[in-house]
């Protein structure tokens, strides 16, 4: 089946912004794709509650990039807050959209970035749950994966 990518998604996966790691990031997020066991690690720097600097990693696919680049840049620079707000439909617009098979792979890097938000709140000495409910773990559903 041939599958048609936007021509942004193209350039996101071709040339991914902020692919790497930050050396003593304030929150680190790591999730697992339930659906294909794709994983992904994300990394934030936070100033004052303003994300300051963001990086990822991922063992993923083209589309799992794709959408992890678009989505560190649109949160660079923007508050918790703001970036907690940011929805994989978010990123799937700002991309042109996503094959309707690959839309699952965008979830990966909503749920990296509240994963690395939730582990700066743990950092902070703050429980996370209340502000931003159950934080789904990479091992979690990974595990349950291979257990199929
Ligand atoms: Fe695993 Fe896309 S197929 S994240």
């Not at 912004?17 to 934030?44: F, Q």
């Not at 509240?114 to 159950?134: N, T």
């Amino acid at each position: 089946m041939a599958f048609t990518y936007s021509e942004k998604v193209m350039d996101h996966f071709a040339n991914p912004r902020n692919v790497g790691e930050i050396e003593n990031a304030d929150g680190i997020g790591e999730v697992g794709n339930s659906k294909c066991g794709d994983i992904m690690k994300m990394y934030i720097e936070v100033n004052d509650g303003v994300i300051t600097d963001v990086k990822f990693k991922t063992f993923g696919c083209g589309a799992a990039i794709a959408t992890s680049s678009m989505a560190t840049e649109l949160i660079k620079g923007k508050t918790i807050d703001e970036a907690l707000k940011l929805t994989n439909k978010a990123v799937m617009e700002a991309l042109d959209g996503l094959p309707p098979v690959k839309v699952h792979c965008s979830v990966l890097a909503e749920e990296a970035i509240r994963s690395a938000v939730a582990d700066y709140y743990k950092r902070q000495g703050i429980d996370p749950e209340p502000i931003m409910g159950k934080i789904e773990s990479a091992h979690e559903h990974t595990h349950e994966e291979f257990e199929e």
